[in-house]
């Protein structure tokens, strides 16, 4: 039987966690316009390649492909009534990939709405997250993640139906950009000073921040983090730089080289997870892991 997540961290493990899945999809012929989580049913051999990379290449914890894979998003392409389905699928192939020891992260992104308009109720949402939280551990996943946040309440309520309804670690993931100040914020306006104790009241067993930066600008989020709650497990993972607009295609220049060389800072700022978000290849990550590795002995 898998060691909880949070009891590995609390015993003093460094984890690797996974990279980039959007990228990768798009480089294996995802079209625009497609349903990235209608692959779990369609293309089920190609999202398990992906998986397994990952593992290959040393990442302890992978991900699932059902970020964008609530009823509200899945809806605008005819596919909410298969809600259930894709995600309990999306965690079963992440399940194949990392066998009996590795650990599977169910990914819940945003729906999209935001609350403050009234265009839904947060009952809905509520609703919306529990269902794809469930199928999700239905699938296999140890763990729901909650990621790529940048509303509160949105995250609080997605993190407390899983919370309620499922018997996973919870990891709850906001993304922050530099103000012209100087400070990182939300889009919403909040700082990562002001997120762990409303999310850890909430239900979330490990906090962090992902996308929205490369590596580097990560280190200062997470020192902010971890100085406003000295205990909570930490997870990072940056984009692999800031995304580029050249000759039509969205770029990532960071490279592996470059990703890893900030595993070191990330460490020393209180991170306990380490992995990649967009643009990061599973290069990105064995490099990563070996840093990890050399930090530890």
């Given at each position: 039987?898998?060691?909880?997540?949070?009891?590995?961290?609390?015993?003093?493990?460094?984890?690797?966690?996974?990279?980039?899945?959007?990228?990768?999809?798009?480089?294996?012929?995802?079209?625009?316009?497609?349903?990235?989580?209608?692959?779990?049913?369609?293309?089920?051999d190609d999202v398990l390649d992906i998986a397994?990379?990952?593992?290959?290449?040393?990442?302890?914890?992978?991900?699932?492909?059902?970020?964008?894979?609530?009823?509200?998003?899945?809806?605008?392409?005819?596919?909410?009534?298969?809600?259930?389905?894709?995600?309990?699928?999306?965690?079963?192939?992440?399940?194949?990939?990392?066998?009996?020891?590795?650990?599977?992260?169910?990914?819940?992104?945003?729906?999209?709405?935001?609350?403050?308009?009234?265009?839904?109720?947060?009952?809905?949402?509520?609703?919306?997250?529990?269902?794809?939280?469930?199928?999700?551990?239905?699938?296999?996943?140890?763990?729901?993640?909650?990621?790529?946040?940048?509303?509160?309440?949105?995250?609080?309520?997605?993190?407390?139906?899983?919370?309620?309804?499922?018997?996973?670690e919870i990891i709850c993931s906001m993304t922050?950009?530099?103000?012209?100040?100087?400070?990182?914020?939300?889009?919403?306006?909040?700082?990562?000073?002001?997120?762990?104790?409303?999310?850890?009241?909430?239900?979330?067993?490990?906090?962090?921040?992902?996308?929205?930066?490369?590596?580097?600008?990560?280190?200062?989020?997470?020192?902010?983090?971890?100085?406003?709650?000295?205990?909570?497990?930490?997870?990072?993972?940056?984009?692999?730089?800031?995304?580029?607009?050249?000759?039509?295609?969205?770029?990532?220049?960071?490279?592996?080289?470059?990703?890893?060389?900030?595993?070191?800072?990330?460490?020393?700022?209180?991170?306990?997870?380490?992995?990649?978000?967009?643009?990061?290849?599973?290069?990105?990550?064995?490099?990563?892991?070996?840093?990890?590795?050399?930090?530890?002995?």
């Amino acid at each position: 039987m898998r060691d909880k997540i949070v009891n590995k961290v609390r015993s003093g493990k460094i984890l690797t966690s996974d990279g980039a899945w959007g990228t990768f999809l798009h480089q294996k012929g995802l079209k625009p316009g497609e349903c990235p989580e209608s692959w779990n049913l369609n293309k089920p051999d190609d999202v398990l390649d992906i998986a397994r990379s990952y593992i290959l290449a040393g990442a302890e914890m992978i991900e699932t492909n059902s970020f964008g894979g609530n009823r509200f998003k899945l809806k605008q392409y005819g596919l909410a009534e298969k809600t259930m389905k894709i995600n309990e699928a999306a965690a079963k192939i992440s399940r194949q990939a990392a066998g009996t020891d590795k650990h599977v992260l169910g990914s819940v992104g945003p729906t999209g709405i935001i609350l403050m308009m009234g265009e839904v109720k947060p009952e809905e949402l509520y609703n919306a997250f529990k269902e794809q939280a469930v199928a999700l551990e239905k699938g296999g996943a140890d763990a729901i993640i909650v990621e790529t946040m940048s509303d509160m309440e949105e995250a609080l309520i997605a993190v407390k139906a899983a919370r309620d309804n499922t018997s996973c670690e919870i990891i709850c993931s906001m993304t922050f950009e530099k103000t012209t100040s100087g400070d990182y914020k939300t889009i919403m306006g909040i700082s990562p000073s002001e997120i762990p104790e409303k999310l850890i009241d909430a239900g979330a067993d490990i906090i962090g921040s992902n996308c929205g930066n490369g590596t580097k600008g990560m280190v200062d989020i997470a020192r902010e983090l971890r100085k406003a709650n000295a205990d909570i497990p930490i997870i990072i993972y940056g984009n692999a730089g800031m995304p580029k607009y050249l000759k039509g295609q969205t770029v990532f220049e960071e490279t592996p080289e470059e990703t890893s060389s900030y595993v070191p800072q990330l460490i020393d700022a209180g991170v306990n997870i380490i992995g990649g978000c967009c643009g990061t290849t599973p290069e990105h990550i064995r490099q990563i892991a070996e840093k990890v590795r050399h930090y530890m002995l």
